[in-house]
C-alpha cells in the first residue's frame, strides 16, 4: 500500500514532503503563494478534491527537490539595469544552451513565479523541463519586467531557451 501525505502550504512545503517521503502520494492543500497549484488548477482548500496528478519534480541533490522552478541569478521578475551577468555554461541533455555571461538561469516544470507567467510553456506534469537563461542587455529590462507578468518576454533575442530532462548549470 502507498505511503499517503498531507501538506498544506506553497511549493516549498509540496517539495519538502515529496523529499522526505519518495514514492508516497501527497494530498496537496495549496495556500495562495503556491505557484505549481495555479498552473494545474488547483485553488484554495482542496482536500475534498480527489483527482490525482501527476506532477515532474526537479531532483537539485540527493535529498533535494523543487517542484515549480530553479532560479539561479537574479530573478526575471525583479531583474534590474544593475544586476551584473556571471560566466555560465547551460547544458541541456548533453546539447549546450549557453557558454557566456549571463544574469539569471530558470530551470523549471512549472509555468509560475510569484504569479508572473515566466515559463508560458511550461507544465509540471509534461515529463520535461523548461530552461531559461537570460543574457538581455541592461538597457531592455524594464521593458522585459513589464512583460513577464503576461508571458509576452518570450521569445527574446537575449533569453536562450530549451527542453529537456536533465540540465547541468556550471
Excluded: K
Excluded at 507544465?123 to 530552461?131: A, I, L, Q, S, T
Amino acid at each position: 500500500m502507498t505511503e499517503t501525505v498531507e501538506v498544506e502550504g506553497g511549493d516549498a512545503r509540496l517539495a519538502e514532503a515529496i523529499a522526505h517521503h519518495p514514492g508516497a502520494q501527497v494530498r496537496f492543500a495549496a495556500d495562495a503563494s503556491s505557484d505549481v497549484a495555479r498552473a494545474i488548477g488547483i485553488r484554495g482548500d482542496c482536500w475534498g478534491v480527489q483527482q490525482p496528478v501527476t506532477l515532474d519534480v526537479l531532483r537539485l541533490g540527493p535529498h533535494e527537490r523543487a517542484v515549480n522552478m530553479v532560479v539561479l541569478g537574479a530573478p526575471p521578475d525583479r531583474l534590474r539595469w544593475q544586476h551584473r551577468g556571471r560566466r555560465c555554461r547551460v547544458e541541456v541533455d548533453g546539447r549546450l544552451l549557453h557558454d557566456g555571461n549571463a544574469t539569471t538561469v530558470v530551470v523549471a516544470n512549472g509555468e509560475y513565479l510569484r504569479g508572473c507567467d515566466v515559463v508560458p510553456r511550461g507544465h509540471p506534469g509534461d515529463g520535461r523541463f523548461e530552461v531559461q537563461v537570460y543574457a538581455v542587455p541592461s538597457s531592455q529590462r524594464r521593458r522585459l519586467r513589464t512583460r513577464v507578468r503576461t508571458g509576452t518576454h518570450v521569445p527574446h533575442p537575449g533569453i536562450h531557451s530549451a527542453q529537456g530532462a536533465h540540465v547541468v548549470v556550471q
